[in-house]
């Protein structure tokens, strides 16, 4: 009984430290910045009209001048996969998209192309360089790599997790094949975490992934990890 309830306490700690954290990254979100990492999966032999709709968004979002950046991204396979890393001025203008019309009518077309409803996550920025990731968006090659990945950590482990994921960003914006790199924090769970990454081609991906840096990054995750180390390649779209 007395370790059923020491572990009671220890969870419930957690879980006000979380929630704290939470409310935290919202208020400092609404005043900057805002990013949306969007997870869609389409119907098989739907992603090209899902590609279609998300090329055109690109170009309609473009247009509003509280837009930062608009990244459409295809899953290198399962094809069907595809994500949307969004940019905004702050949190306000964020929820003013998604009020709008236009974004209405974009996701009335997109609903019956979907496997599964849309899978969105706010964000804030950890560390970013948005004008690097907006010159991303110019002249990007043919075999651009994007990458996103989700990284969880347990919450008695958040502040190490969140050191370990900050030094990975220098020596990763260094290395000569990287075009952007940008670490993410979930706005409403402060110990998950979205790596988003672009890189000039797979070659150099595979570089990066096998440097010291990260390979040490990797080995002190792995026993503070939430969850598996999702990983995800794509090309983008727009």
Do not use: C
């Amino acid at each position: 009984m007395v370790i059923g309830w020491r572990w009671f306490r220890i969870m419930a700690a957690a879980a006000l430290a979380s929630g704290l954290g939470a409310a935290a990254a919202f208020a400092e979100e609404a005043a900057g910045p805002t990013y949306g990492v969007t997870y869609i999966e389409a119907m098989p032999k739907a992603e090209g009209q899902v590609a279609n709709l998300l090329k055109k968004q690109a170009l309609e979002i473009r247009k509003n001048p509280a837009s930062l950046g608009y990244f459409a991204l295809q899953r290198d396979m399962p094809g069907r996969h595809f994500a949307v890393v969004e940019i905004w001025k702050d949190r306000a203008a964020l929820d003013a998209q998604r009020g709008d019309e236009r974004e209405k009518q974009f996701r009335t077309a997109l609903e019956p192309l979907l496997a599964v409803p849309l899978d969105e996550r706010p964000h804030k920025a950890m560390l970013v360089d948005l004008p690097r990731m907006q010159a991303a968006l110019q002249g990007l090659g043919r075999d651009t790599v994007a990458v996103l990945t989700h990284v969880d950590v347990i919450p008695t482990k958040l502040e190490e997790g969140l050191a370990a994921t900050k030094a990975t960003f220098e020596p990763s914006s260094a290395e000569p094949g990287n075009v952007s790199y940008q670490i993410l924090q979930q706005s409403s769970r402060a110990n998950h975490m979205t790596l988003f990454e672009i890189w000039r081609n797979r070659d150099a991906l595979e570089a990066h992934e096998t440097s010291a840096p990260v390979r040490a990054y990797r080995r002190t995750l792995l026993p503070i990890g939430g969850s598996l180390y999702d990983q995800r390649t794509y090309h983008i779209l727009n």
